[in-house]
C-alpha cells in the first residue's frame, strides 16, 4: 500500500527520517566521546602495571585503546540513537512529506 498525500492526493511521498539522522548523528557523537575517555582513563590505569615494557609500548597502547573504545562506543550509541529517532519519526515528527506540494504529515495509524 502506498501512502497518499492528505493535502493534494499525490501517491509522491516519501519519509524524511530526521529522527533518525539526528538520534544516530548524536548517539555516535557521544557515544565516541564516551568510549574514547572509558578507554583513555583503563589505559593510564594500566600504564602504570606495564612501565615495564616502555614508554613507546605505552603510547601505542594507549592510543589504541582510545580508537578502540571510540569506534565501539560511536557504534553502540549511534545504533541506540537511531531506534529512538525512529520511534520518534514514527510517532511524534511529521516524517513524510509530498513531492508534489511539499506538505508534511504524520503516516495515518490504522
Known amino acids: 500500500m502506498s ?14 527520517q530526521v ?3 539526528f538520534g544516530a548523528a548524536t548517539g555516535s557523537g557521544c557515544g565516541t566521546a564516551i568510549g574514547a575517555a572509558g578507554a583513555l582513563s583503563g589505559a593510564k ?7 615495564a615494557a616502555g614508554p613507546m609500548v605505552m603510547t601505542v597502547t594507549s592510543l589504541a585503546g ?3 573504545g571510540g569506534l565501539v562506543g560511536g557504534t553502540t ?3 541506540a540513537g537511531a531506534k ?5 519519526d514514527q510517532k511524534v515528527l511529521d ?7 511539499q506538505h508534511t504529515f504524520r503516516p495515518s495509524i490504522e
Do not use: W
Open 95 to 101: 516524517n513524510l512529506a509530498c513531492a508534489d506540494c
Open 84 to 88: 529512538l529517532g525512529t520511534e520518534l
Open 19 to 21: 529522527g533518525r539522522k
Open 3 to 16: 501512502m497518499q498525500c492528505p493535502r493534494c492526493g499525490s501517491h509522491h511521498v516519501t519519509a524524511r
Open 66 to 68: 582510545a580508537v578502540f
Open 77 to 79: 550509541f549511534g545504533v
Open 45 to 51: 590505569a594500566g600504564a602504570l602495571i606495564g612501565l
